[in-house]
């Protein structure tokens, strides 16, 4: 069993940047391939970044590359995303996710967090 808490989100203006962080407990968390997943009011939970257990292999959505950036800390159990040029559009809720590669934390973690808000304004 794996425990995910999220934590970093808030309140920033179009073009700010925002650092999320997600501590892991439980389990040994470098061994786990890890996710973010976002899920705006009205929408479905979509797919933001993953990164391989050893950091050595990332993936991003689309609409994220290049102002996203997914990295983790095995010695503190923690994997971040830091998120700059913010745009209205990124405004939702975030998720972290663990599965045991990162084949599966893409399409189908076994874990979630609980989520925190990003809201970002115009």
């Known amino acids: 069993q794996v425990q995910l808490v999220e934590s970093g989100g808030g309140l920033v203006q179009a073009g700010g940047s925002l650092r999320l962080s997600c501590a892991a407990s439980?389990?040994?968390?470098?061994?786990?391939?890890m996710g973010w997943f976002r899920q705006a009011p009205g929408k479905e939970r979509e797919f933001v970044a993953a990164?391989?257990?050893?950091?050595?292999?990332?993936d991003y959505a689309d609409s994220v590359k290049g102002r996203f950036t997914i990295s983790r800390d095995n010695a503190k159990n923690t994997v971040y995303l830091q998120m700059n040029s913010l745009e209205p559009e990124d405004t939702a809720v975030y998720y972290c996710a663990a599965a045991p590669n990162t084949i599966v934390v893409v399409t189908r973690p076994n874990y979630w967090g609980q989520g925190t808000q990003v809201t970002v304004s115009s």
């Open positions: 990164i391989s257990w050893d950091g050595g292999n990332t």
């Open positions: 439980g389990r040994a968390f470098s061994s786990y391939a």
